[in-house]
């Protein structure tokens, strides 16, 4: 095996080269511009056929690749399709996946947070020559991921994300939208939670005596207090949102939701339930009965009504007379 870092690192080049699908058969020049490029030094064809005899020796000195040259395309390839140094092998299918997953975190390479997610693929694609090129227009083409309408507060992610790991309290100003004002809050950040390409922080705010959720397109400023705060056990962030749909949480305890759903609606919240507590109580004759323990909150309103005549509550009459209530305002709306 290589004895120093540089060697180490020209063999790793040489390997994407030899197993980029879209650049066969790379030659010995070619070889030695990719290794200059990427290593920013000068390497010469000479060095570049030494490393290949190097990879193409025995182990431990090498890795018993099986390197050749084909006369016709004038380059080099491995002669076993599926070789790598790295010793990942995996299926078109799985090459396909990789690729799949890289194109999708790459559209949050414009985000502060997250803008090393662009070098990483790089990094992957170098180590792994996957040939990607996640600008190609042909992939909107075929694939179309979910676009954020706005980045509004995604420039608050840093920050609080560093508050969060060293458990510093934030000061912020906040728009409440429902209620037309605007707030100043003392948050002790415990999460963040992306919903439907929004972010939010959910945090103990002591003057409150509470956890309050807050959405980080309405934050107007934001400043850190570095002042180490103690560890709040009774936060736990997996149950936190156990029993809601959304964002929205509330101090109510969880109570069971009986739902009657007709056809066509009753395969689809079949193939996409509304939460993880859904149950089947029965479905014949096109009607799903389904059993759900949740809070109230306005989301789940929300998923309810747009269910629209498809759906009828059962079960409790608290959630079935506000949901009529609902119904009846709208209505209104257009008398």
Not at 107 to 119: G, I, S, T
Not at 176 to 187: A, G, M
Not at 270 to 297: C, G, M, R, W
């Amino acid at each position: 095996m290589p004895k120093n870092k540089s060697a180490a690192t020209r063999y790793r080049i040489i390997d994407q080269c030899l197993r980029n699908r879209l650049k066969p058969y790379p030659s010995k020049a070619r070889l030695a511009e990719k290794i200059s490029d990427v290593m920013d030094v000068s390497v010469s064809e000479s060095t570049v056929e030494k490393d290949i005899r190097a990879m193409k020796s025995d182990p431990p000195e090498g890795y018993s690749a099986p390197i050749e040259y084909h006369p016709f395309h004038r380059g080099y390839y491995y002669a076993e399709a599926d070789f790598s140094i790295s010793g990942l092998q995996l299926t078109d299918e799985e090459w396909e996946s990789l690729r799949m997953a890289s194109a999708l975190l790459y559209q949050y390479a414009h985000v502060p947070m997250f803008r090393n997610f662009k070098e990483a693929i790089e990094r992957i694609d170098l180590c792994f020559g996957l040939g990607m090129n996640p600008d190609d227009p042909d992939i909107e083409k075929a694939i179309q991921f979910e676009q954020p309408h706005s980045f509004t507060g995604y420039d608050w992610l840093p920050g609080i994300h560093e508050a969060i790991k060293n458990r510093w309290l934030l000061g912020i100003r906040y728009e409440n939208i429902y209620k037309d004002e605007i707030k100043e809050y003392q948050l002790q950040p415990l999460l963040l939670k992306e919903i439907s390409k929004r972010w939010y922080v959910i945090g103990w705010v002591e003057s409150r005596n509470d956890y309050l959720t807050f959405a980080l397109d309405r934050i107007i400023e934001l400043q850190t207090t570095e002042h180490r705060q103690p560890l709040r056990s009774g936060f736990d962030a997996v149950k936190f949102f156990e029993n809601a749909i959304g964002i929205m949480q509330n101090n109510e305890k969880p109570q069971k939701i009986l739902l009657e759903i007709k056809a066509p609606f009753d395969k689809l919240i079949l193939l996409n339930p509304l939460h993880h507590s859904q149950k089947t109580v029965s479905h014949k004759d096109k009607i799903l009965k389904a059993e759900l323990y949740l809070s109230f909150n306005d989301e789940l309103y929300m998923r309810l009504l747009g269910l629209g005549p498809f759906c009828k509550i059962l079960k409790p009459n608290k959630l079935s007379v506000r949901i009529q209530e609902m119904l009846a305002q709208t209505a209104k709306q257009y008398d």
